[in-house]
């Protein structure tokens, strides 16, 4: 086995067929990648299987697979996004990271750490897993909700600051002990050079050469590879940590029209980048120091998944957000991010922090991390059952989301949730008929929409307990649900029946086989959009013979 070993070719293949198979456990398990590749690092390094004998090989491969990361986050960044959520993006992500890193440093003190020690602590727990967090509500369908927006706002905020930290590191690392202002003065003069350079190329170069690469998809995708570790190389180069060039890279080209189609394409060559960082990082844990870190881990983990959402949740609640929207974005902070491990990397590798800071913040990352996919998988249901206790998080009038005072003294023939394609035929076709709609979607953009003349498009969820509630439904002949998911039919047929919903209540499924668990729950009929649509094709292709006959 070590003769087979010795050749680099059946080490990696060893490698790749470990990471299918413990990928394909955390599957099951409903948990991230980046948990299952840090568990075969440990696996596959010197303290238990000792397999990795390519260090230097593996080494390379994540520190392009970090500048790829770092590359595809500046592509991805929509300084928009915080605008459209105004100022509760900037307050909830400074304001969080603040805050825990403030209490962060003061458990490390109070644990006996070092003050530099505390510090790299203290950062690393104010960061979230953007990758993480937008894959999870992507899985629920919940990008475009008013929580995840939100969320995704601080976190932009979250990745700017970790990147001006990354940047001042770097400064720090390569500063002298002799000439410390100078230093630090040329470092600064440097990174204007950079940002200068970088601005020049985007202005009068950038745009022209991508255009005329991108007639070749493959020689695009090429150009991005090759310019994000170009610009890593040379800023790591003249004084700066490859990250910084990398990210760079990405924010000079994410004003092009293909941005999107980049950062598509390379997410898959992140992904299997990264499966080697982690790997390193896992494979150089060294367990027999771990063992003292278990309770300072427990104890930063249990403040990273009650304190984090408590201080989003206390700043939301302060600017006027309900309960539940602050909740559900307070829980997408309990983790720490790819960023945190990165950024402890980084402190091991310029000898700020030793190999035991370093575990215990992987060991805080695997616990959180791990936890926090099923929070946030099951956040709907969480809510549901401590939702009295999170009042004192909510003003008396949440004026934030208070959307409802147009409409208290209207009455409505029919009460839409849900105005995707779907929903919006059928909205158009109620219209036609002379029903007056109207129309709830959790998107918070439909709210602002100009209502039409016959119905009237608020924001609200359906899986909201209190929905219902705050909007009237006396005299609605229906109750109408075009959202094919069964929890959320639940969540309203349960809201209906406490109610008191004397209307008819229509839900939507994809499958025939939902149709009657729907109709025991209280639904009078069952909307089978394939199906349907079938039945309508036949009909026409009835009359139309008819007709010709």
Same mark, same amino acid.
């Given at each position: ?153 601080? *976190? ?5 600051? @970790?990147?001006?930290?990354? #940047? $001042?590191?770097?400064? &720090? %690392?390569?500063? =002298? ?121 427990? *104890? ?5 998944? @009650?304190?984090?959402?408590? #201080? $989003?949740?206390?700043? &939301? %609640?302060?600017? =006027? ?229």
């Amino acid at each position: 086995m070590e003769a087979i070993l010795e050749t680099s070719f059946f080490e990696f293949a060893i490698i790749l067929i470990f990471a299918a198979v413990l990928g394909g456990i955390g599957q099951m398990l409903r948990q991230p990648l980046i948990v299952m590749f840090i568990l075969l690092g440990i696996l596959l390094g010197p303290s238990v299987l000792d397999l990795i004998k390519s260090e230097e090989e593996i080494n390379l491969l994540a520190e392009m697979g970090i500048a790829v990361l770092l590359f595809v986050v500046g592509l991805k960044l929509d300084l928009k996004l915080i605008k459209s959520t105004g100022k509760i993006a900037l307050l909830t992500g400074l304001g969080q990271v603040f805050f825990t890193s403030f209490f962060g440093f003061f458990i490390g003190q109070l644990l006996g750490y070092s003050v530099i020690a505390s510090t790299y602590i203290a950062i690393a727990l104010t960061f979230s897993s953007t990758i993480i967090i937008v894959k999870l509500l992507s899985d629920k369908k919940e990008i475009d909700a008013l929580h995840g927006q939100i969320a995704l706002g601080f *976190l932009i905020v979250q990745d700017i600051v @970790v990147v001006l930290l990354m #940047i $001042v590191l770097s400064a &720090m %690392g390569k500063t =002298g002990e002799g000439h410390v202002a100078w230093d630090v003065v040329l470092v600064v003069l440097k990174g204007l050079g950079l940002l200068g350079g970088i601005g020049l190329l985007m202005k009068f170069v950038l745009p022209y050469l991508v255009m005329k690469l991108a007639k070749s998809t493959e020689l695009l995708l090429l150009f991005a590879i090759s310019w994000a570790i170009g610009l890593a190389a040379f800023s790591d180069y003249i004084g700066f940590s490859s990250e910084v060039g990398a990210f760079l890279g990405g924010i000079s080209l994410a004003s092009t029209p293909f941005r999107e189609n980049l950062s598509n394409r390379l997410v898959s060559i992140r992904d299997f980048l990264l499966l080697f960082f982690f790997i390193h990082l896992g494979s150089g844990l060294d367990l027999s120091l771990l063992g003292d870190q278990v309770l300072p881990a427990t *104890l930063f983990s249990v403040f990273v998944l @009650v304190g984090n959402p408590l #201080i $989003v949740m206390i700043i &939301m %609640g302060y600017m =006027g957000y309900r309960r539940r929207t602050s909740f559900l974005a307070g829980l997408t902070v309990a983790q720490i991010s790819e960023f945190s491990l990165i950024f402890a990397a980084l402190g091991m590798s310029l000898g700020h922090i030793d190999e035991q800071i370093t575990g215990l913040i992987t060991m805080v990352g695997l616990i959180t991390i791990g936890i926090s996919t099923y929070l946030i998988l099951y956040s709907h249901q969480i809510f549901e059952k401590i939702s009295p206790v999170l009042k004192i998080f909510e003003r008396k009038k949440p004026y934030r989301e208070n959307n409802l005072k147009d409409i208290e003294k209207e009455s409505f023939d029919v009460i839409l949730f849900g105005l995707g394609r779907y929903g919006s035929q059928i909205l158009q076709h109620l219209k036609s008929e002379g029903y007056k709609v109207l129309g709830i979607d959790f998107d918070p953009e439909i709210s602002k929409q100009k209502n039409d003349k016959g119905s009237t498009m608020i924001y609200g969820d359906i899986e909201d307990p209190e929905i219902l509630e705050s909007i009237p439904t006396d005299g609605v002949k229906f109750m109408i649900s075009s959202i094919n998911d069964q929890y959320s039919s639940a969540c309203l047929a349960k809201c209906a029946q406490k109610k008191g919903f004397k209307g008819k209540l229509i839900a939507t499924a994809y499958r025939r086989a939902e149709v009657e668990p729907l109709k025991e729950r209280g639904f009078d009929m069952v909307l089978v959009p394939f199906t349907d649509s079938a039945l309508s094709v036949h009909d026409k292709l009835q009359d139309l013979e008819k007709a010709n006959s």
